[in-house]
């Protein structure tokens, strides 16, 4: 009989900025892929934004602000590439009314936080974040400047905390982590249940042990809070739209 335990730790998945940890999960696929992709630049927008929302005088410098720009709009371009992999190659992994939430709330999203070459978020970050415009005077940049301040900004994130949210809903996504054994891996097909195999030369693949534990979404889903409340403590009324409201 297969061996059943219950993992009671939180699941953590790899910051690759850190050591790696046996119990980090990884991604396995394409997909989960490009959804830790969206975790790294959530990751990066934690970190810019969280001086801003710290600062106790009240006061908002665009300078600190502007460090949030490169970051958030990666987040937005990744939310677009796992949506373009979701749509494309996971139709039939997903329920009706999964699609017609997932297309509901990435439609808002396009029209919230837009990343077209004229958007004010792609300017910001082209213009003056990524690198400064070297054919503009620089009286000039104040053009730039003047697209942004701290509630827009609150707004794109808001924008894409709930795109982001909406996408960790579904059971779709494969982990990984090292078992420290040759030739077992550990694997979480299914959200809640890690398996281990073991793959050995010549032999057919054994099932060693099935174990129930917290799916590593829910590491994304505390980093998103986490992101939330920096936002809220400053502007508590961003993001607040009836079109969030799910359909019918």
């Not at 009240?58 to 600190?64: C, H, I, L, N, T």
């Not at 990666?74 to 939310?79: D, F, P, R, S």
């Not at 808002?108 to 003056?128: C, G, H, Q, W, Y």
Request: with cysteine; charged share 30%; net charge negative.
């Amino acid at each position: 009989m297969t061996p059943l335990f219950l993992d009671p730790c939180d699941p953590r998945i790899e910051d690759p900025s850190q050591p790696l940890d046996l119990t980090h999960w990884q991604p396995q696929d394409k997909r989960t892929n490009k959804l830790t992709r969206c975790l790294e630049a959530l990751r990066d927008l934690t970190t810019a934004f969280r001086p801003i929302a710290e600062n106790t005088s009240g006061d908002v410098d665009k300078r600190v602000l502007k460090q949030s720009i490169t970051p958030l709009y990666n987040l937005a371009t990744t939310l677009r590439d796992l949506n373009n992999e979701i749509i494309s190659n996971c139709p039939n992994e997903l329920m009706d009314k999964e699609k017609k939430v997932i297309a509901h709330h990435f439609k808002i999203f396009m029209e919230a936080v837009p990343t077209t070459n004229s958007s004010p978020l792609k300017t910001a970050r082209d213009k003056i974040a990524a690198h400064l415009e070297k054919d503009k005077l620089t009286p000039e940049y104040r053009d730039y400047w003047d697209q942004f301040d701290l509630p827009v900004v609150a707004d794109w994130i808001m924008g894409c905390i709930r795109m982001f949210t909406i996408f960790i809903q579904p059971d779709l996504y494969h982990w990984k982590r090292d078992s420290g054994q040759a030739d077992r891996y550990t694997v979480m097909q299914f959200d809640g249940k890690q398996v281990v195999l073991e793959i050995a030369e010549n032999k057919e693949p054994e099932l060693i042990s099935v174990t129930m534990t917290r799916s590593p979404k829910e590491a994304i889903d505390a980093e998103l809070r986490t992101l939330l409340a920096l936002v809220k403590r400053l502007c508590p009324e961003a993001g607040k739209t009836e079109a969030y409201k799910a359909p019918e």
